[in-house]
């Protein structure tokens, strides 16, 4: 899963690794260690004209009974909620480390930072779609991070992973296509990973749960 991500990368870093072409103007954002769902994050993804785009959007759609951040891998192609999303508004989000709270019985939760050494920053999948801001009742462009079954390294610690991209694959999900990729929703070997555990806090299981569509 996704649920808090660090991104250490400043925006000139991120439009030199994901080649973006677009946007880079208009689009402001901060570094930060702890950036989670409902906040707007900058995401990349090809416009109408061909170039790939950066643009600031909104990290999760908060449905009537759960907030809806993550989007499964698996499926996405057939999912009723994910489908046309993933035909039309595949995006990366670029980061420098996930985080995963370790679950135990009782006491304080161990916190754990993933990275991939060769990668500042990487890659997540995500997809994008126009999404009515109930409160605001204006359309926004709203964005899920995907998810897969775990390597060896995240397994004990979660039973859900980011779906990662390798870089080689960036152009190919990124671009129009009428069979969407997903051959590239692959899960990343575990040697390409590092697991560091970096403190334990009393976080509840709400604050870290998370919702896949079915």
Not at 23 to 49: A, K
Not at 95 to 124: C, L, N, S
Not at 153 to 176: G, Q, S, V, W
Request: proline content about 7%; aromatic content about 12%.
């Amino acid at each position: 899963m996704c649920g808090r991500f660090k991104r250490g990368a400043d925006k000139q870093r991120v439009a030199k690794v994901f080649k973006v072409t677009a946007g880079l103007d208009e689009t402001v954002f901060d570094e930060g260690d702890d950036l989670r769902p409902q906040s707007m994050q900058p995401v990349i993804y090809t416009n109408d004209g061909g170039e790939r785009k950066i643009e600031l959007m909104r990290w999760a759609f908060k449905l009537p009974d759960r907030l809806l951040f993550n989007a499964r891998s698996e499926g996405i192609n057939h999912s009723k909620f994910w489908k046309d999303a993933f035909q039309t508004g595949r995006c990366i989000l670029p980061g420098d480390a996930i985080y995963e709270w370790q679950k135990v019985e009782r006491g304080k939760k161990p916190k754990w930072e993933f990275t991939i050494p060769d990668q500042h920053p990487f890659g997540m999948a995500a997809v994008w779609k126009l999404w009515k801001n109930p409160k605001s009742e204006h359309w926004e462009k709203t964005f899920a991070v995907l998810t897969g079954e775990p390597n060896e390294l995240m397994a004990p610690i979660h039973n859900r992973m980011t779906t990662f991209l390798e870089p080689k694959d960036y152009e190919e999900y990124l671009a129009p296509s009428a069979r969407p990729p997903v051959h590239l929703l692959r899960i990343l070997p575990a040697d390409k990973m590092k697991a560091e555990l970096v403190g334990a806090s009393p976080i509840s299981d709400a604050q870290v749960s998370f919702f896949d569509s079915q």
